[in-house]
């Protein structure tokens, strides 16, 4: 079993639409990222966060320690989101806690 | 997110050739990561390295992988005789401080396709 869980793996919204997309982990982490990547394209970091919330534009990411859970949404979904989006926790490990491990991601398609 | 550069973006290898994967930090960062992305697969971490230094590299496969951070110059990552299972994304992040304290960056990726 993946130490990190996305869900879902696929999602096709209309624009507009309101978007979750989930991240469970079984282990102790000391941080959590939302990553984008465009098809072919790089890996853009979205968020960082241990704790709480944090928004930036349409975007907003929370976590729940205690429920070892995580969630990314997007407002007002557009065509432009369509990305494949990562989740990676870095492992509450002593002293190699600089290791991510990631999300198989999740694609999400915005359709016009 | 223009700091980190990587070269080739793509690379085509005949089976048994090297490849050279270079990665150029960001401005004034000395702590370099690389990821491999197999294709269907979640990113997985490589290797760890500060300038000179190799911190971790629990993740390169035990042969044919090498990597490097010289004092001057990028990050090369260095596979030797590749296969086809090489083919994947290589990913190169680097951060200004230990990760655990700092955020990470990553570059656009070296696409390695082995024929």
């Known amino acids: 079993k993946n130490e990190v869980e996305q869900s879902p793996q696929n999602l096709t919204a209309q624009e507009g639409e309101f978007i979750t997309i989930n991240c469970s982990y079984s282990v102790g982490i000391s941080a959590l990222h939302w990553l984008q990547q465009h098809p072919g394209g790089g890996i853009v970091s979205l968020f960082m966060?241990?704790?709480g919330k944090k928004k930036h534009g349409r975007l907003i990411a929370t976590i729940n320690i205690q429920e070892k859970h995580s969630s990314l949404h997007i407002t007002a979904s557009h065509p432009r989101d369509s990305a494949v989006y990562i989740c990676a926790v870095r492992l509450w490990s002593g002293g190699s806690n600089y290791k991510l491990t990631f999300g198989k991601g999740t694609l999400l398609t915005v359709n016009p | 997110n223009a700091g980190v550069m990587q070269n080739p973006r793509h690379l085509v290898r005949r089976r048994g050739q090297e490849a050279r994967l270079r990665c150029s930090p960001m401005k004034g960062h000395s702590h370099v990561y690389w990821y491999r992305q197999l294709p269907e697969e979640g990113l997985k971490f490589m290797v760890y390295?500060?300038?000179?230094?190799?911190?971790?590299e629990s993740g390169m496969p035990k042969e044919r992988f090498s990597a490097e951070f010289p004092k001057e110059g990028p990050s090369i990552l260095r596979i030797q005789q590749v296969v086809r299972g090489d083919s994947a994304a290589y990913f190169c992040?680097?951060?200004?401080?230990?990760?655990?304290?700092?955020?990470?960056?990553f570059g656009q990726g070296t696409r390695l396709t082995v024929v």
């Open positions: 992040a680097s951060s200004a401080g230990e990760l655990r304290d700092t955020e990470a960056f």
């Open positions: 966060l241990s704790s």
């Open positions: 390295l500060q300038k000179e230094n190799i911190i971790d």
